[in-house]
C-alpha cells in the first residue's frame, strides 16, 4: 500500500546512505526546495551527498514530498518520503545495501506517537554490528515477524491492512520488548542517548579479573530500568574500566527466581544466597516454550 515512510537510521555512513537514497527513488532526484545548514537557510548548489559529508547539522526539504535531516553529533540520519510502497519485502530491498547499524520507521497511524524515547513504529532493522545493540536471545523470541537478508534482520510489529486497533494490539507487546534499555526494553539505542540516560547507574563492586560489574540486591526485585541499563553497560561503556559481564547477586532467592526469565535474555549472570551460600543459578536455566502470537 501507499503511505508516507520515515526511516530513523543511526550507525551509518551518511554519504553513502544519501547516495543508496536516491538510487532507490527514495529520494528525489530534483533540486531541493530548501536546504538548512546548522539550521541557517541557505542556497547551495552543491550535489546532496557533497552537503551531507561536508556540514555536521543538515535540513534539506522537498516540498512536502521528502526530508533529510542529518546531525552527526547524535549520529542520526532521518529520511523522509510522503509516498511509498509500504511492505516488508519493500523495506528489505530498500534497506538491503544501506550501510547503517539501527533504524525505526515511523508509524502508518500518527496516533499512536508516544515521545522520542519510544519505538512505536510498524518495523524495526538491525544491521551487521547493530545486532549487538539488541539482546540477541530475544530476537527468536519476540511477537514480530522476522524478515532476514544476509546482514540484515528487520523487525515486522503488525500486520500491514488491518484496522488502526488491530494494529496497535498487534504491535504494542514487540514495542515494548524493543523499547530503549533504560526504560527497560532490550535495545541499547544510540550511545549518545544511552549514555545521558544512564547517570544513576553504578555497579557496586567490580570483578576485574573477568571485568565483571556486581550489583548486590538486598531485598525485592531488580528495576526493569536497572536491568536494562546494567546490560548496555557491556554495549556502551559507562566507566573508566571496561564491562564485558554483568552479575546480578541477590539475598533473596525467590526474587531472583522471579527475575530469572528477564535476566537470562539480558544474558545476565544471576545469583542468590541459598542453604548452600552463593550460587549460581542460571547455568542451567531452560528458558519456556516460545508461543508466537497467531498473526506471526
Not at 509516498?83 to 528489505?92: D, K, N, P, Q, W
Request: net charge negative.
Amino acid at each position: 500500500m501507499l503511505a508516507e515512510l520515515q526511516l530513523n537510521l543511526s550507525g551509518g555512513e551518511p554519504r553513502r546512505l544519501v547516495e543508496c537514497a536516491l538510487t532507490a527513488g527514495f529520494l528525489p532526484a530534483t533540486p531541493p526546495t530548501a536546504v538548512l545548514i546548522g539550521g541557517a537557510k541557505v542556497k547551495d548548489a552543491r550535489l546532496l551527498d557533497e552537503l551531507v559529508a561536508g556540514n555536521d547539522q543538515l535540513s534539506v526539504t522537498w516540498g512536502e514530498d521528502a526530508i533529510l535531516e542529518y546531525s552527526r553529533a547524535r549520529d542520526q540520519m532521518m529520511l523522509y518520503c510522503s509516498r511509498y510502497e509500504v511492505t516488508a519485502e519493500a523495506l528489505v530491498e530498500l534497506l538491503r545495501d544501506m550501510p547503517f547499524e539501527a533504524c525505526t520507521t515511523s508509524t502508518l497511524d500518527p496516533t499512536w506517537w508516544q515521545g522520542h524515547d519510544s519505538i512505536h513504529g510498524w518495523a524495526f532493522a538491525l544491521k551487521g554490528a547493530g545486532h549487538r545493540l539488541v539482546s540477541q536471545r530475544v530476537i527468536d523470541r519476540g511477537p514480530w515477524r522476522l524478515h532476514r537478508d544476509g546482514d540484515l534482520t528487520v523487525f515486522q510489529f503488525h500486520d500491514l491492512g488491518v484496522d488502526e486497533a488491530t494494529a496497535l494490539a498487534q504491535a504494542a507487546p514487540g514495542h515494548a520488548l524493543l523499547a530503549p534499555m533504560w526504560l527497560g526494553g532490550h535495545y541499547a539505542g544510540q550511545s549518545w542517548a544511552f549514555k545521558s540516560n544512564a547517570y544513576d547507574y553504578k555497579p557496586q563492586f567490580y570483578e576485574r579479573a573477568t571485568q565483571t560489574s556486581v550489583l548486590l540486591f538486598d531485598e525485592g526485585e531488580a528495576p526493569r530500568r536497572t536491568i536494562g541499563i546494567a546490560a548496555g553497560s557491556r554495549i556502551h561503556q559507562l566507566f573508566t574500566e571496561q564491562v564485558s559481564q554483568v552479575r546480578f547477586v541477590y539475598m533473596d532467592e525467590e526474587s531472583a527466581r522471579k527475575q530469572l526469565e528477564i535476566l537470562w535474555l539480558y544474558a545476565i549472570e544471576s545469583y542468590a544466597m541459598t542453604y548452600n551460600g552463593e550460587t549460581r543459578i542460571d547455568i542451567d536455566y531452560i528458558p519456556s516454550e516460545v508461543i508466537l502470537p497467531l498473526w506471526v
